[in-house]
């Protein structure tokens, strides 16, 4: 399985991106789904989990701002993330649970067995 993380990039505070995670080697139509960040000096934390069953989790610093979503036709995961903030800025990793229907939220990096490349997202003041 390989997930191939998109979207980042430089905007200023108040912008809008949208990241996007494509998954091959097979379906994750039944696997918790998330989005991580890791900004400079400090530890990876998670950001957002789209469960097999749609529901969305967030952390409380992004909630009304970010969006995680899924296609599974498109085997793609989303993270639309609007009025950025500065403290935002960070490396940002999809990440996927291979526990088929897995039975409670996927929260920790230590769920996920799976692991993007990263992509940089940078919100200017």
């Known amino acids: 399985v390989q997930l191939q993380a998109s979207g980042g990039g430089l905007v200023q505070a108040g912008g809008s991106l949208r990241l996007s995670c494509a998954a091959s080697?097979?379906?994750?139509?039944?696997?918790?789904m998330g989005w991580f960040r890791q900004a400079p000096g400090k530890e990876r934390e998670s950001v957002a989990t789209?469960?097999?069953?749609?529901?969305?989790v967030y952390i409380d610093s992004v909630k009304g701002r970010f969006t995680v979503s899924r296609d599974n036709s498109a085997n793609t995961v989303y993270l639309q993330m609007n009025n950025l903030l500065p403290e935002d800025t960070a490396v940002y990793y999809c990440a996927a649970d291979s526990t088929d229907y897995s039975p409670t939220v996927s929260y920790s990096e230590d769920d996920y067995n799976y692991w993007g490349q990263g992509t940089q997202v940078t919100v200017s003041s």
């Open positions: 789209h469960t097999w069953g749609g529901d969305a």
């Open positions: 080697g097979r379906a994750i139509t039944t696997w918790d």
